[in-house]
């Protein structure tokens, strides 16, 4: 009974269903480590999610792995991971779970030899391509100044956090504030994913100034001068949500 489960057509059917759905849930990651700051709370807590998730999915794979699901899973992951290795480069208890299950997936399923003796070559040189651009690209845009936040806070509704930023650079350096979005992030027990490309420059004040920050409801005044309003970001939109976050996930 046990060998005409494991058997049957629609068993595999379903495990190469759920396979498929780790390959959307890695490309989620990877959508996350473009557009979020991963902040890894408990790195041993969050390898063993992934690493547990990532065995059952191998498993489910390894036995599905002539099913056509299976076989798309296999050539979705290991070019989906890129961002992934690449944005989170040294959060080794992220990477390793996800790219050992891409990688074993990619050279176990059913898929013909020479497709994926093809494809391998491209995903390689897309690898070292991109990888190669990255960071090229990181490394041009790197500024001499020295950036270090002395100050944050959030607002009393916590709604909307600030930061205060002392540049120390070649004119005397500066001081910033920058505003940004406080519920926005995708918090999970192990893990937060703080939202980027939301932050706004309230002020910069040259050189390196002492300010004093306080909020009166919502309202941010800076040195006693009110500096900005939640009609203000209403108004210009600011803080306007994607509607394809993924956070349900």
Request: charged share 20%.
């Amino acid at each position: 009974m046990k060998s005409g489960i494991l058997s049957n057509i629609w068993t595999k059917r379903i495990a190469s269903v759920l396979g498929l759905l780790y390959a959307f849930y890695l490309c989620v990651l990877s959508f996350r480590s473009v557009f979020y700051e991963v902040i890894i709370e408990k790195p041993i807590m969050f390898c063993t999610y992934l690493s547990s998730i990532s065995i059952v999915a191998m498993i489910l794979m390894i036995y599905s792995r002539k099913q056509f699901a299976t076989k798309l899973a296999s050539f979705i992951m290991i070019p989906a991971l890129l961002p992934i290795v690449l944005m989170c480069l040294g959060s080794w208890e992220m990477i390793i779970p996800l790219a050992v299950c891409a990688v074993v997936i990619f050279f176990a399923s059913g898929a013909n030899e020479g497709t994926k003796t093809l494809l391998g070559t491209m995903f390689l040189l897309i690898y070292i391509l991109a990888s190669l651009a990255y960071f090229i690209f990181t490394s041009y845009l790197a500024s001499p100044a020295v950036k270090k936040t002395i100050e944050e806070g959030i607002s009393p509704s916590g709604k909307y956090r600030y930061e205060v930023i002392n540049t120390t650079d070649s004119s005397n350096g500066s001081t910033t504030v920058m505003l940004e979005p406080n519920d926005m992030d995708i918090i999970r027990k192990s893990v937060t994913y703080k939202v980027k490309g939301y932050d706004r420059k309230l002020c910069v004040k040259r050189p390196l100034t002492e300010v004093k920050i306080e909020w009166k409801d919502d309202d941010l005044y800076i040195n006693g001068e009110r500096w900005f309003t939640p009609e203000q970001a209403e108004k210009g939109k600011w803080f306007e949500k994607e509607s394809f976050s993924f956070d349900f996930m």
